[in-house]
């Protein structure tokens, strides 16, 4: 039978030196907080953004089938206005193009955001092991 060894006074000192967090721990572990927090709200705003886009390509597939001589209703805030065929194509057209760079802004940031995300991880559990989670 494996008799259970008993901590020394010096392996205790030396088990809580490695975990002790130091000021600069916990403001990786404060930043690491914020940029989840941040990735969260920007993956929702991706969404969204992602949803109009495909709304705006259905919308823009249909117009395809309009007949050129007809007014379609095109919606501008909240009001809806009826303008010829190619004036209501070149307004989606615009607001397409919008959409497809506040997306790639979206997503660059994201990337960005998560990189940062990573460097942290990597300098946390080098100090912490597995005594620390940051798995999101």
């Known amino acids: 039978m494996v008799q259970p060894r008993m901590l020394t006074k010096a392996d205790e000192t030396s088990a809580n030196d490695e975990n002790e967090v130091r ?4 403001e ?3 930043r690491f907080s914020r940029l989840h927090q941040r990735e969260t709200v920007l993956q929702e705003e991706l969404k969204g953004k992602q949803k109009d886009k495909e709304d705006l390509e259905e919308v823009s597939m249909e117009l395809e089938l309009a007949d050129e001589d007809e007014l379609v209703p095109y919606k501008i805030g909240d009001s809806f206005f ?9 307004m989606l057209s615009t607001s397409t193009e919008k959409i497809d760079a506040d997306v790639s802004k979206l997503e660059d940031s994201l990337g960005e955001l998560r990189e940062e995300m990573q460097q942290l991880k990597v300098a946390l559990y080098a100090r912490f092991g597995r005594s620390i989670n940051l798995e999101t």
């Open 82 to 90: 009826q303008l010829p065929l190619s004036d209501a194509q070149g």
């Open 28 to 30: 990786k572990i404060n």
């Open 23 to 26: 000021r600069e721990d916990q």
